[in-house]
């Protein structure tokens, strides 16, 4: 577990109807399957990299959050879409720089 290359949560939190915004309401759980299957499509090391469902990580109103581990970079104004720009950094960070 110490030796993960790439620890990504993405806000799946769902406060439902009529409430604040929420990232589950902008397709947050879409975002994490998909990026988790590039991942295990571009065959990254299972014991490598994680691709986490996460609870509410604050900046709510700035699309689906995300947050990136060890580089503890944020990475936020996330839409379904952004599902391969994520696995990128999953496998930049899985296989290095220079791969
Ligand atoms: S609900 Fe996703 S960051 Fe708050």
Known sequence: MNDLKAHLFIC????GE???ESCARKG?????D???????ERGL???????NNSGCLGPCERGI???????????LDNTPAD?????DLV???VRGSGT
């Open 12 to 15: 799946v939190n769902d406060r």
């Open 18 to 20: 009529g409430k604040k």
């Open 28 to 32: 947050g759980q879409q975002l994490k």
């Open 34 to 40: 998909e990026v988790k299957k590039l991942c295990h």
């Open 45 to 51: 090391p299972k014991d490598l990299y994680r691709v």
């Open 65 to 75: 959050s995300a947050v990136i581990y060890p580089a503890g970079d944020w990475l």
């Open 83 to 87: 599902a391969v720009k994520l696995a």
């Open 91 to 93: 496998e930049k960070a």
